[in-house]
């Protein structure tokens, strides 16, 4: 069990005889198939010892003692509604508190103190509202409702109370995803110089939220209640919940891509690099097809870092990107690249390693580029310009 803190003592108790269908959580043995199915049939109320006494639980600390209080087996939320705990468990031969889910249900390695046994009463309320919001809890929380459910058994209040927590967060999200994806659309940029809802600076990300929560009252609501909440309280409202979206949003278009490239079969490809705002040097690989419909499809697949520019070193990076989006590379009719000799090279350019893996690969100047060259050139020819 966990100890209540360094300097909190605990009176001695007699070791819980061992009995995985004893209404004490702390008699529990080893968890296995039986007695999972036992109790997800039985329910947490049949093993919450609400009016257990609740002497055994009696700590010692420095200047004072605490006990177990029967509060705990309610839950006040933010706006002030209160609900059961119902997976929360006393053990009135141990003194210390289980999770009902955790305890039977939880895959995984590792293990809760709510597994163990819990008895640290001073950070009581902090401590069970982080078990609460756990991805542990949550998953052992879903094993068991659809286990209950399966078998036919299943605590209405407890599924009633499990829908409308997954409908809220629900409804969040679709608002966060709705933010994400105009954003994104658009090329704006995201996050400001704070992440404080109600300040000017906090970017367009939180601004927009801000902006529609002016005529939609879920919402307003919700940042109230949760928008500057503190670390470890979930919001879904953050900088890494937006980030998240933005990776599955983009696996998601990505593969879209690939999918459209294996239809047309062939392509040709852009490259080119350019250091960023940090000074590392960002290869922006492009690739253009022909859908069947006869519309030409110009896509941004990735930007690579790369360590070398020789034409090697590219075109090592680039049929590695190939590889790993299943594209091949004797599919490829063109590219097109500056005039640079590591791009352009007859012998060691980019452009002469691709068409040594497939001659088919055709190398085209970049008109810009080329364009670009002879302006410069042109004006270098007038003396008086180019010593002005």
């Not at 605990?10 to 039986?34: F, H, L, V």
């Not at 039977?104 to 509202?129: I, M, V």
């Not at 980030?243 to 990505?254: A, S, V, Y």
Request: hydrophobic share 35%.
């Amino acid at each position: 069990m966990e100890v209540a803190s360094e300097t909190a003592t605990t009176p001695d108790r007699p070791t819980a005889t061992t009995d995985s269908y004893a209404a004490d959580p702390a008699c529990w043995g080893r968890i296995d198939e039986n007695v999972s199915a036992y109790w997800a049939r039985k329910g947490p109320v049949s093993c919450q010892n609400k009016e257990a006494n609740v002497k055994a639980s009696e700590c010692h600390y420095k200047h004072q003692k605490r006990l177990f209080s029967k509060t705990h087996f309610k839950r006040k939320h933010l706006n002030g509604e209160s609900l059961p705990r119902e997976w929360l468990l006393y053990s009135p031969s141990t003194g210390c508190v289980f999770c009902f889910a955790c305890r039977l249900f939880c895959e995984g390695d590792g293990q809760s103190p709510f597994e163990s046994g819990y008895n640290d009463w001073k950070h009581a309320t902090r401590r069970f509202g982080e078990n609460e919001n756990s991805d542990r809890h949550r998953k052992a929380m879903f094993n068991y409702i659809n286990r209950a459910a399966a078998d036919g058994f299943i605590d209405s209040q407890l599924k009633k109370q499990l829908e409308s927590y997954c409908n809220y967060w629900s409804e969040v999200l679709r608002r966060v995803v709705a933010v994400v994806k105009f954003l994104s659309e658009r090329g704006l940029a995201f996050r400001g110089s704070s992440e404080i809802f109600s300040r000017a600076d906090n970017g367009n990300y939180m601004g927009i939220l801000e902006l529609i929560s002016e005529f939609d009252p879920f919402l307003k609501s919700h940042i109230q209640m949760y928008g500057n909440a503190r670390v470890g309280t979930p919001s879904y409202l953050s900088s890494k919940t937006c980030e998240e979206f933005i990776k599955i949003m983009g696996d998601r278009l990505l593969s879209e891509i690939i999918a459209e490239v294996k239809v047309a079969k062939y392509f040709s490809i852009s490259i080119d690099s350019t250091p960023d705002i940090t000074h590392i040097n960002q290869l922006t690989f492009i690739i253009r097809y022909a859908l069947p419909e006869g519309v030409i499809e110009e896509r941004f697949l990735k930007f690579l870092p790369v360590a070398s520019h020789t034409g090697k070193a590219l075109c090592d990076a680039v049929l590695t990107v190939l590889h790993e989006m299943d594209i091949n590379i004797c599919n490829c009719r063109g590219q097109c690249y500056d005039n640079a000799a590591n791009m352009s090279g007859v012998y060691n350019g980019l452009q002469a390693h691709i068409k040594d893996i497939n001659p088919l690969a055709e190398w085209v100047p970049c008109a810009a580029h080329t364009f670009n060259l002879v302006g410069i050139n042109s004006v270098n020819c007038c003396t008086e310009t180019a010593d002005f």
